[in-house]
């Protein structure tokens, strides 16, 4: 566990110094690595279980405080000693980069009680590899075997989010030669150019922070249709689901023009009763007005 170190220097405010303090890591963590950070009093008469965390949200532009629970796919766990809140984190990540400081909820607290200096946590950290082929739209994704017509030519781009930008090469699986570069240019290809195209990103101060794609490029034969690359079944399956929802849109068009026609359209009243004769001796006759046995309708 690496050493600790306060990071809340006494400063004079108002005649008096800072005593709530907090304590953290004098290095960058390294991702997956625990990290501890550590919240005190120092000349306060002032209780620790009033001392909440709070950490900087780059998202809300905000103070968020931090609890003990399950936060950022791991757990957060929060304990109180006798003299101090010790906050720990299991496996530190991306999401626990950041500024962090120790609040006192106590409602006489005052500065310098009620708040610690903010403590800046560096995580280094290094996510996954990503592949994006250029004019190859990004919402289906780039297939791990890419297949193209001979003639074509395929560029492709590799990424990957890390605390320091990344180094990044190139190269293809029983070849001796390495592309130092994010970018992977192969003009007008042939069969020769089939193969597994492996992008490398490492991170420029950890060593072990390295992480790689690998993908497959398959050059059909000259006679291929156009429909078995992989530009053609994008452009298919992006076909099918515009004919879809077009043909969705026009059955909602024609089934609320429908219901709306169904509502307004009245149709004759079929009240039984006028259809039957009534006679003077019937429960429903009228007052007799004639001497008559006819029906009155």
């Known amino acids: 566990m690496k050493a600790f170190i306060f990071v809340a220097v006494a400063v004079l405010l108002h005649g008096t110094y800072a005593t709530l303090l907090i304590k953290g890591p004098t290095e960058p963590v390294l991702e997956g690595e625990e990290m501890m950070l550590e919240c005190l009093y120092a000349d306060s008469d ?13 998202y809300t532009k905000s103070w968020r405080p931090l609890w003990d629970r399950l936060w950022c796919r791991y757990s957060v766990q929060i304990k109180q000693t006798a003299e101090s809140l010790v906050l720990s984190i299991p496996r530190a990540g991306k999401y626990y980069e950041g500024p962090y400081r120790c609040v ?28 994006t082929r250029e004019g190859f739209t990004s919402y289906l994704g780039l297939p791990r075997d890419l297949r193209v017509l001979p003639g074509e030519d395929v560029v ?10 990344p180094v990044y090469s190139w190269y293809r699986e029983g070849d001796d030669w390495i592309l130092p570069n994010s970018e992977l240019r192969l003009s007008d290809v042939d069969q020769s ?20 794609r690998t993908v497959k490029i398959s050059v059909l034969p000259a006679n291929a249709p156009w429909y078995q690359s992989s ?10 689901a515009a004919v879809s929802l ?6 909602a068009i024609f089934m609320c023009r429908r219901a709306k026609r169904a509502k307004t359209s009245k149709g004759p009243i079929d009240d039984r009763s006028q259809k039957k004769p009534i006679y003077k001796t019937s429960v429903e006759s009228l007052p007799p007005s004639c001497g008559d046995k006819q029906p009155l309708v």
């Open 156 to 165: 492709l781009q590799c990424f990957a989010s890390s605390s320091e930008d």
């Open 193 to 212: 150019h089939s193969g597994l195209y492996t992008c490398t990103a490492e991170h420029p101060s950890i060593a072990s922070l390295r992480k790689t």
């Open 104 to 131: 006192s909820d106590a409602p006489n607290a005052t500065a310098p009680d009620s708040s610690s200096e903010v403590f800046a946590v560096q995580v280094h950290y290094m996510g996954q590899v990503s592949v």
């Open 231 to 240: 530009n053609g079944f994008a452009v298919l399956m992006t076909s099918a």
């Open 46 to 58: 002032l209780n620790i279980s009033q001392v909440h965390f709070e950490i900087f949200s780059t």
């Open 246 to 251: 077009l043909v969705l849109f026009i059955m």
